[in-house]
């Protein structure tokens, strides 16, 4: 099992730049989450898919931001046009039946600077 | 919005020593998660503990919960420097997927 993987693990970017970040959740789950971490939010939840139908975007910031899961091996999560505020790791996390009492397993985030 | 929300936000001591965080939630809820997170990582799921249980252990893990005062507790027993790492408390929103985590402990344990 190789978890979930994400890739990059470091995006510099000028602001005004697309970023793309994608996400592998670990086969067989059901259910996919894309995370924010930011020192002065901590943990936040943008978006999640269960089975790749969207289930809940309240958390994503603004229309700048905007997820896709084409299918249940892949995910991405884009910034048009990014901003330096989008600065943060970004974590993609994955759960076996989705539900409160399925755990999450995350990847190890990707790091984006915007300048 | 915050969830759960962690106590204290750092705590330093020496290896060997017993190590506990709080977290205090603010709804009902069904269960609660604990999760490490070490330094550039991905977090780590702990342990779950059920509504109805109020203990629940894990090697060298003990995490209690108290539904009537909303808070739960994590005890590290025997810590070990590699235990150092951000520890983190989530609990679900209305039953649905979406878990909540608070701003976690920050953990550092002294060789």
């Known amino acids: 099992d190789a978890g979930v993987i994400q890739s990059p693990r470091h995006e510099v970017t000028e602001m005004g730049q697309e970023v793309t970040l994608r996400c592998k959740p670990i086969?067989?789950?059901?259910?996919l989450f894309w995370y924010r971490q930011t020192m002065m939010r901590g943990l936040e939840l943008l978006i999640y898919?269960?089975?790749?139908?969207?289930?809940?975007d309240s958390g994503m910031p603004e229309d700048r931001f905007s997820a896709k899961m084409p299918n249940a091996s892949f995910s991405t999560l884009k910034i048009q046009p990014s901003e330096p505020r989008d600065s943060a790791v970004y974590f993609c996390?994955?759960?076996?039946?989705?539900?409160?009492?399925?755990?999450?397993?995350f990847g190890n985030g990707t790091r984006l600077t915007v300048t | 919005s915050q969830q759960g929300e962690e106590d204290p936000q750092a705590l330093s001591i020496q290896e060997g020593e017993n190590a506990t965080m709080n977290c205090s939630y603010k709804?009902?809820?069904?269960?609660l998660q604990w999760y490490r997170q070490n330094s550039g990582r991905g977090l780590v799921h702990l342990i779950l503990?059920?509504?109805?249980?109020r203990e629940k252990h894990s090697g060298r893990l003990r995490v209690t919960l108290d539904t009537s005062k909303k808070s739960s507790s994590l005890l590290i027993t025997a810590s070990r420097a590699a235990d150092t790492a951000s520890y983190f408390c989530?609990?679900?929103?209305?039953?649905?997927?979406?878990?909540?985590f608070g701003k976690g402990t920050k953990l550092t344990v002294n060789p």
């Open positions: 996390a994955s759960s076996l039946t989705g539900g409160e009492d399925s755990p999450l397993h």
């Open positions: 086969s067989g789950h059901n259910s």
């Open positions: 898919f269960n089975n790749n139908v969207p289930i809940d």
């Open positions: 709804t009902s809820i069904n269960n």
């Open positions: 503990i059920r509504s109805n249980e």
């Open positions: 989530a609990t679900g929103q209305g039953g649905s997927e979406k878990l909540v």
